[in-house]
Each structure stands twice: as structure tokens, then as C-alpha cells.
């Protein structure tokens, strides 16, 4: 049972760089999340999804993108890497409102 | 806007003591889940008690409980008995949402608490 997979676990990414994040679950959830931690902080929520096709902007959006073709697939794209998205980026699931979520083990970017 | 406040940074405890971290939360929306999540060094997230707002009686789950009181919008977490595998970052989350569906759920993190357990 793998629960959800984020890909990679860590990236060193040069100033205007882009890259994309990887994010599969294969609970059949139907909520995807994708939040960034910076040091010592909580986390902030960049872009949701609630279904395929159905994507929304968090708290913190500007700098990312994302899609969901699939219900397995969350993808989170950077484009022109900023120093100030150097951060811990956590994927993760839950099936309906109120439902446990659960994480990816994280990727910590760096961005020089 | 929702807005959720963790008031301690830090926490100790001694090994074997009880320990209660705070938070508290403001929203306006018309119903919400409450969840208290740990990260241990490892930074893995991990789920360690849910509470619905809909029900009066407090959750618990072993040695962890929690008091919850919706008119001041209050949502403390209760460790008993603590063990050195609890010291981690400890974070309140609420989930908030409306019949709208305008909030889907979404969990809203306070600033965290480390805690840290003395043997």
C-alpha cells in the first residue's frame, strides 16, 4: 500500500529553472493538495484539486501551476525558480471533506 | 479568512508528565473538522487525532485527547503519560468548509509547536 508518492525527495534548481514536482496517490481520493513548508513554519497551501479537471488556487499560487488529468496524478509545475520558493513541498490526499489526509514523505528544493 | 494561532513555539515536558498544547482558530464558515498533526524530525506528517465540530464530546485516542470548545473556538491537545517519541512539531488543522463547497475542506495549519520531552 503506497499511499501517496511524491518524486523527487530532493532538487537543487539554478534561478529561473523549472522543474516539476511529481504526486500520485492510489487511494482513489478524490481531494489532492499540494502545501509549502518553510523553516520552522506551518504549512501554506499552494493549489488544490477536488476531482479530475478541477483545480483551484490556494493561499500562496503565484510561480506554480498544476493539472489533474487523472485522479491518481497531481503534478506541481515551477516555472522560473525563485529563490523564494526554496522550501519543503508536501503532496497530499484525502478522500471527501473532513477526511484524513494523507502525506507524501516531502521534497526539500532548493533553488541557488 | 480563516486565521489559526498556535501561542507556544516551544513546549517541554518531563517523561511520564502531561502536557497540553494550545490553539485556537477564527472562521465564519458554517461547519469544520478539527485535526491535530505531529512532524518528527523526519518531517513525515502524522495524523494524530480528529475531531468533528458537529459533536460535543471531545475526541481521544490513547494517550492523546483533546478539549474542544466551539464558542471560543478553541482546540487544545492533551498528552499524557508522554514518551520520548512524542518530541516532534505539532500543528493544529483545522478543515473548514461550507454547504457552498466554496472551501472544499481545505486544511488551514497554524505556526506549530515543538515539543520537546526530557527524559
Known amino acids: 500500500n503506497a499511499g501517496v508518492t511524491q518524486t523527487p525527495k530532493f532538487r537543487i534548481l539554478k534561478i529561473g529553472q523549472s522543474m516539476t514536482l511529481q504526486c500520485t496517490q492510489d487511494?482513489?481520493?478524490?481531494?489532492m493538495y499540494w502545501y509549502r513548508q518553510d523553516p520552522g513554519m506551518g504549512l501554506k497551501l499552494i493549489y488544490y484539486?477536488?476531482?479530475?479537471?478541477?483545480?483551484d488556487k490556494g493561499e500562496v499560487p503565484n510561480g506554480y501551476n498544476v493539472s489533474r488529468s487523472t485522479t491518481e496524478d497531481f503534478p506541481l509545475r515551477l516555472e522560473l525558480a525563485a529563490p523564494s520558493q526554496t522550501s519543503v513541498y508536501f503532496c497530499?490526499?484525502?478522500?471527501?471533506?473532513?477526511?484524513?489526509?494523507?502525506f507524501g514523505q516531502g521534497t526539500r528544493l532548493t533553488v541557488v | 479568512a480563516q486565521t489559526v494561532t498556535q501561542s507556544q513555539p516551544e513546549m517541554s515536558v518531563q517523561e511520564a508528565e502531561t502536557v497540553t498544547l494550545s490553539c485556537t482558530y477564527d472562521?465564519?464558515?458554517?461547519?469544520?473538522?478539527l485535526f491535530w498533526y505531529k512532524q518528527p524530525p523526519s518531517r513525515q506528517m502524522i495524523l494524530v487525532i480528529r475531531?468533528?465540530?458537529?459533536?460535543?464530546q471531545n475526541a481521544t485516542e490513547n494517550r492523546f485527547s483533546v478539549n474542544f470548545q466551539k464558542a471560543a473556538k478553541s482546540f487544545s491537545l492533551k498528552i499524557s503519560d508522554s514518551q520520548l517519541g512524542d518530541a516532534a512539531m505539532y500543528f493544529c488543522?483545522?478543515?473548514?468548509?461550507?454547504?457552498?463547497?466554496?472551501?472544499?475542506?481545505?486544511?488551514?495549519f497554524g505556526q506549530g509547536t515543538i515539543l520537546t520531552v526530557h527524559p
Open positions: 487511494m482513489n481520493h478524490n481531494y
Open positions: 497530499a490526499s484525502s478522500y471527501g471533506v473532513g477526511g484524513k489526509a494523507f
Open positions: 475531531q468533528e465540530a458537529y459533536k460535543q
Open positions: 488543522a483545522p478543515a473548514f468548509f461550507n454547504a457552498g463547497g466554496t472551501s472544499y475542506g481545505k486544511l488551514t
Open positions: 484539486s477536488v476531482g479530475a479537471g478541477i483545480t
Open positions: 472562521t465564519s464558515e458554517s461547519d469544520y473538522y
